[in-house]
């Protein structure tokens, strides 16, 4: 059944995105006397993280959680030194906005900052209670995208030798030999797979119990979008797959991932999965996503919530088919 895809620019929101973030301020990162002008100003604001976690406000049950922000004078109280703050940008006062990551042995080894780290909450976590607003979430997911990669690439990789953050923590650079490093953002496709009539939602091996998600995958060396779309589906779900369509994309920070949302016509629909990773696929009608949605689907399925590309996608479908 020929597929009728829905314009991109009628393409459903989600929460997590850049747009929703700040002023970057990348043309300063290099420069010294701003950046310390910013790192030692009233008006600047630091979010601590440890073990790639998150400090925050939050009352017992958690029902109200913020992002708890500390102030030069603060982080200077705690005995960590600005100068390995992260520049996350400026906000609308043009304020400077910074992350410090700490692993929790170093934050135990300052004074008061297990203190200043309570409660540490997992984004992940923070995302599917929808406890934060879109442009924390954003800013959050920024800063937890880089403290992550930080993390991995303390050692340079060609000679083995310490590496050290510069540009205010958006390169680093060897101690010996000089080679440099760059944050990473890894692209993944992330599809919706229709036949025209339905759609193909997947449970992995690490999902929660019930829990559907459309299909996703890293794009390989030499791969384009499209390439890689039709390699991921053939493999995990024995469909082939014909004309492939750009929607829309998102940094999705775990740990430092674009996905690149798109609409994939089926040509086939026999399943045949690949089940080290999928436990299950299944086709569901636009009427049951509706349901799966709204909460209230028979088998008590449910799906992503509106942080996520792959709650737009899937309400796309919902909102294109059956209606
Ligand atoms: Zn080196």
Not at 21 to 30: F, H, I, Q, W
Not at 152 to 167: M, S
Request: hydrophobic content about 40%; some cysteine.
């Amino acid at each position: 059944m020929p597929v009728d895809f829905p314009d991109a620019k009628d393409f459903p929101q989600f929460s997590i995105r850049s747009e929703h973030a700040l002023d970057r301020m990348a043309e300063k990162r290099g420069d010294r006397g701003w950046l310390e002008e910013r790192l030692a100003a009233g008006g600047s604001r630091f979010l601590l993280l440890a073990n790639l976690s998150l400090a925050v406000n939050s009352n017992a049950d958690r029902s109200e959680t913020s992002l708890r922000w500390h102030s030069a004078g603060e982080i200077g109280k705690l005995g960590l030194d600005r100068t390995r703050a992260i520049l996350l940008g400026c906000d609308a006062g043009g304020h400077g906005v910074f992350a410090v990551s700490l692993s929790e042995a170093e934050a135990s080894s300052v004074p008061g900052g297990m203190d200043a780290l309570k409660p540490l909450v997992d984004l992940r976590s923070l995302a599917l209670q929808g406890a934060l607003s879109s442009q924390d979430l954003s800013v959050a997911g920024m800063a937890r995208a880089l403290a992550a990669w930080h993390d991995v690439t303390r050692w340079c990789g060609r000679c083995g030798a310490e590496t050290r953050p510069r540009d205010a923590g958006w390169r680093r650079e060897c101690t010996a030999c000089e080679q440099e490093f760059f944050p990473r953002a890894d692209p993944a496709a992330i599809v919706l797979i229709t036949d025209g009539t339905r759609c193909l939602l997947g449970h992995h091996k690490r999902y929660a119990h019930k829990f559907y998600s459309t299909l996703a995958g890293f794009v390989e060396p030499g791969e384009d979008i499209e390439a890689c779309v039709r390699r991921e589906m053939r493999e995990e779900t024995g469909i082939t797959v014909g004309e492939v369509t750009y929607m829309a994309s998102q940094p999705w920070p775990f740990p430092h991932l674009l996905m690149v949302g798109c609409w994939a016509q089926a040509l086939t629909t026999k399943l045949t999965l690949e089940e080290d990773e999928l436990h299950d696929a299944r086709w569901f009608t636009a009427e049951e996503v509706r349901r799966m949605m709204a909460g209230n689907h028979a088998d008590g399925i449910t799906v992503p919530g509106p942080h996520s590309i792959a709650y737009a996608l899937i309400k796309s479908f919902a909102d294109r088919c059956g209606a």
